[in-house]
């Protein structure tokens, strides 16, 4: 299996401001996702990062809002922009690996926006 | 919207009993994944099963899938207090052969020694 780190793995934020999170695996991966699970809640697809394009948003997401990078098959970065207090959440990167393309996630970054 | 509904939503059971939590899906799959999260950290993968298993095991972990029903079991034996924690179930979209997952609501399981 992948071997996945993000950065920072929490922060608290002031609204308005942005936090730009990294996620780093351990090896060459096609597929990377970003995810986002509000409190209490399931996790939702923000975005498919996709290397050397643009991210594909998910109904509901927006680039200007969760600008996406994906410079090479190891490392990608979510942007959360202009914070509010709705979007107090935890993010999460997730890669597909493994013979029958197991999905993999790193361990999340829980920010908090006052 | 979630393709995936979990009941019960949570369970609570005494060491050394098992727990059953139920996955139900709505549109046909490649696969079905189950998952782990402690305490609102990142997700741990337990296990995957194919469109055409019908079960699959690994340790303390036995999953099932009828699609007919689109449906999945996970049964964990013997619990311990280390495996409350909150289980996903998450489907692909067998069309779209995309990677993306969509997540069942959770079953929030309490294990109390």
């Known amino acids: 299996s992948a071997v996945i780190s993000q950065k920072p793995s929490r922060d608290i934020c002031q609204r308005g401001t942005s936090l730009t999170i990294q996620c780093q695996v351990d090896?060459?991966?096609?597929?990377m996702f970003w995810y986002r699970q509000q409190p209490g809640q399931s996790l939702t697809l923000i975005a498919t990062?996709?290397?050397?394009?643009?991210?594909?948003?998910e109904s509901g997401f927006v680039i200007d809002k969760f600008p996406i990078s994906r410079p090479n098959l190891t490392f990608s970065t979510l942007t959360v922009s202009n914070m509010s207090p709705e979007d107090s959440s935890i993010y999460l990167c997730?890669?597909?690996?493994?013979?029958?393309?197991?999905?993999?996630f790193g361990p999340g970054t829980r920010l908090t926006v006052t | 919207s979630q393709q995936g509904e979990e009941d019960p939503q949570a369970l609570s059971i005494q060491e050394g009993e098992n727990a059953t939590m139920n996955c139900s899906y709505k549109t046909s799959i490649n696969n079905l994944q189950w998952y782990r999260q402690n305490s609102g950290r990142g997700l741990v993968h337990l296990i995957l099963i194919r469109s055409n298993e019908r079960e699959k095991h690994s340790g303390r972990l036995r999953v099932t899938l009828d699609t007919s029903k689109k449906s999945s079991s996970l049964l964990i034996t013997a619990s311990r207090a280390a495996d409350t924690a909150s289980y996903f179930c998450a489907t692909d979209a067998q069309a779209s052969n995309t990677g993306k997952l969509i997540f069942g609501q959770g079953t929030t399981l309490q294990v109390k020694p």
């Open positions: 990062a996709n290397q050397g394009s643009e991210a594909t948003y």
């Open positions: 997730s890669v597909v690996g493994g013979e029958a393309y197991e999905q993999y």
């Open positions: 090896s060459q991966v096609t597929m």
